[in-house]
């Protein structure tokens, strides 16, 4: 691995080669809300900025948009539409100081978006490989975060073309891919002693992060053991299930898909949006019959999806990179880390980690 | 590069309408390009989601069967926007189909063997195409003795009666056709679909059942299929969820750790004896 060295000083060249060829996209912090980060395009003299926790919002919408045109429609004929297939955004683009936490959730969904011939999102695939994604390591961590326990880490690399480390002066840059590589070309190579600085930095941050939660007996339970934990009425006593969990998290996925027709028109959209678990809609069948009709049951199926079935059905890979956003931003205080924690408990009635 | 979310077009090419109250019509289409036809290669128990540009998609069971040539049907129940859109469509009008999905019933890994089928309802749409896959002479000889067991609330409601007039006279298949109550015109079986199972007692020797219903008749049916000394591996049942994608990604059909279009909508009762009933 040759390691790369980036001067703070010369970082605005950096960003204006990058701009060249590609829109660049970084965390800035909100122009209203002081300590909200939210992603916004790098103009030509902005300097990106360095100390920042994490964006409010995942990048996951710069691939799978909150609202995406899938196909238009157009009459011809007496009333018959015909489809006509949408064209592809085609913006080239970086993401500038991505959070390893962050493309590994994006690296986690193209399991989900892209599984085999029958299941080849076209929208996510095609939007995945215009985008560059340069990451940062985190070295601070915040007490939210809890990465390690969901088998990702501060300086993570899946994901990532690159990943940076803040070296303080310098970033030092580690190419991840051939498109990484190719980026960081022009680069001066890293001195003796900087990886080793880095890797000083990155045990630092992992150490700095206190272990909250344990998956081990998540995994050795059946399915149903956990399904019928007497738990998720306690939990389900608290959630509003307003969602906000769900769309802030890098991996969450699920979607809606509609068709928009405006009234006496003669061309309309089908488009997918962002959807959510537990809604009480969600799952409601046209005849009236809902599977997950009951609050707890669409509480429940958010964390046994994270944290059971997508390993089960994924070789073990959890459904959450530990970005600690539902922690930070739920409006009622659920922490998953506590509900890993009862699911995990000896006692199927404990009621999470002490405080 | 496949785009698995752009239907095929189709054009509607009969339309015909099944039962009394007339909820229930089966529509007959023919794709607009032949090699689209070619890439609609399905087995009985698949679905498709059926497309109307502008009101949207529903998961639809196939009733046809591969066997049939180019003819794909679907009998549709009108109930929410999309079918009954679709019950006011004519032939000639040109609509979408997406699709094959999901997996189907486990014929194939089941030669030699009797075969149950039980149907409750408009579930026996996908179960017209198993047994209209097995009159064909290449795949009759590779079964044994063929019970099938359909019910519908009174005789206005049964679908397909002719054609299951036409399977009872052919060798080796006994149709167990019941409505639920007595009606004038009706001289064949009464009682609900379990009773009629309970009442038939089929052997589970060297035999598989296939069933499909609504979730009271599937509650029902399991129990007695217990009884008869039937085990979990050799019952099959064909579940139905809400659906969008299709495809195993929207999320909206998740039970358990299964997604009832990709990994389903055919489950043995073994598998589903471990997950939870959210459907």
Known sequence: MQYKILSKDSLAGFVEALSKEYTVYAPKRDKKVPNKMVWKVLEADETPTFEFVNTEMSPKDFVFPQSECMMRFKAEGKEAMVLK??????????????????????????????QDEQTNDVYWRDKRERTVMIGLACNNPCPSCFCLEANCGPHHEAGLDILMVDLGVNLLVKPLTERGKSIAASLPDAEAGEPERAAIIKRHAEDAMKKTFSTERVEQRSLMELYNLPYWERVCETCINCGTCTFVCPTCHCFDIQDEMPAN??????????????????????????????KVARVRQRFMHKYKYIPMKRGGEVGCVGCGRCVRLCPVNIDIRDVINAMNAPDATAEGREV | MLNPYLPYPVRISDVRVETEDKTLRTFEFEFLHEKDAKAFAYHP???????????GESPIGIASSPTEGNKLLFTVFRAGSVTS???????????????????????????????????????????????VWLQDPKNRSRFGEIDFIYGARTPGMLLYRDEMEAWQNKGGVRCHVTVDREFPDWNGLTGFVPAVVERLAPKPDNAIALVCGPPVMIKFTQPVLDKCGWKSDQIFLSLENRMKCGIGICGRCNVGHQYVCKDGPVFSKAELDELPVEY
């Open chain 1, 85 to 114: 297939p949408v064209e592809m955004d085609t913006e080239r683009r970086v993401l500038l100081n991505v959070r390893p936490c962050d493309a590994k959730g994006l690296s986690f969904m193209d399991m989900i978006f892209c």
């Open chain 1, 265 to 294: 028109g003669d061309t309309g959209r089908r488009v997918r949006n962002w959807d959510y678990c537990m809604a009480p809609l969600f799952t409601l069948h046209t005849s009236g019959h809902n599977p997950r009709g009951k």
């Open chain 2, 85 to 131: 859109k679709l019950h006011g469509m004519k032939v000639g009008d040109v609509m979408g189909v997406r699709g094959p999905m999901g997996n189907w019933y486990p014929l194939d890994q089941n030669e030699g063997k009797n075969l149950v089928i039980i149907a409750g309802g408009y579930a026996v749409t996908t179960l017209r195409s198993t047994m």
């Open chain 2, 45 to 55: 128990g698949q679905f498709a989601e059926l497309s109307i540009p502008g009101v």
